[in-house]
């Protein structure tokens, strides 16, 4: 199937555009086998290191407790939330109270788990199978209940769904690193702190991504917010 394709490419548009055609069908049957997916996670892996150890050279050589409960994502989900959030403007009055609704119980969910789980210092004494588990149950509980917090609050399902599809662009990928992490003797260090330390960052960068691509994933909603209510706005 695939040979016939190629060469109806290049029987019907010549060397030029049908080796084009072929080259772009060639390079997406590449991006989807495991070889290229297991490919993308070794590099992400190795910057992911490089930049943990550019994050931790300002820190000392031996990370403590008090820099997994101070962590700085800590800081910047107190900045999204009382500071950069609420000044939000999207494209109408409804679409901003939703949207700047949607980003606080998403920001507050995060915040509340994450400090559970560092404060209860229970990673301290995990093996990696342990503290793999309890780092995807700390993602999984997450998602869990911002997304239910959102519909009992009453947030669109659209609204909802098209987050959560943007999200689930990272997810998988997030959860490759998180596995890759608990996994890599790169990150051994006393009572698992670097490999904490190094989890806070890779979900810094997807809150972070969250955040800013909602302006964005607002706008490709059309027409299927049109006449509802929240928080006394109504959609045009």
Not at 150 to 176: H, S, T
Not at 178 to 186: D, R
């Amino acid at each position: 199937m695939e040979l016939k394709f190629i060469l109806d490419s290049l029987r019907d548009y010549g060397w030029y555009g049908g080796g084009g055609i072929a080259f772009i069908f060639i390079l997406f049957k590449i991006f989807k086998t495991q070889w290229f997916k297991e490919f993308i996670s070794s590099m992400v892996e190795k910057m992911i290191q490089r930049y943990v150890k550019n994050k931790s050279s300002h820190i000392s050589h031996t990370l403590g407790e008090s820099d997994i409960t101070n962590h700085d994502i800590f800081n910047y989900i107190d900045f999204w939330s009382y500071s950069k959030v609420p000044t939000f403007t999207f494209s109408t009055e409804y679409r901003t109270v939703v949207f700047r609704k949607y980003l606080s119980v998403f920001l507050k969910s995060y915040k509340k788990n994450l400090q559970k789980f560092v404060l209860e210092r229970e990673y301290r004494d995990m093996d990696d199978a342990e503290l793999l588990k309890a780092l995807l149950n700390l993602v999984n509980t997450t998602i869990y209940d911002y997304e239910r917090e959102l519909l009992d609050d009453g947030i669109p399902k659209i609204v909802i769904e098209k987050m959560k599809a943007k999200n689930n662009d990272n997810l998988d990928l997030i959860l490759d690193l998180i596995n890759s992490v608990c996994s890599s003797h790169f990150y051994d260090s006393e009572h698992n702190y670097l490999k904490v330390y190094s989890i806070l960052n890779i979900l810094l960068s997807v809150l972070e991504s969250t955040v800013n691509s909602s302006e964005s994933i607002c706008n490709s909603i059309n027409g299927q917010l049109k006449g509802l209510n929240f928080d006394g706005k109504t959609e045009p």
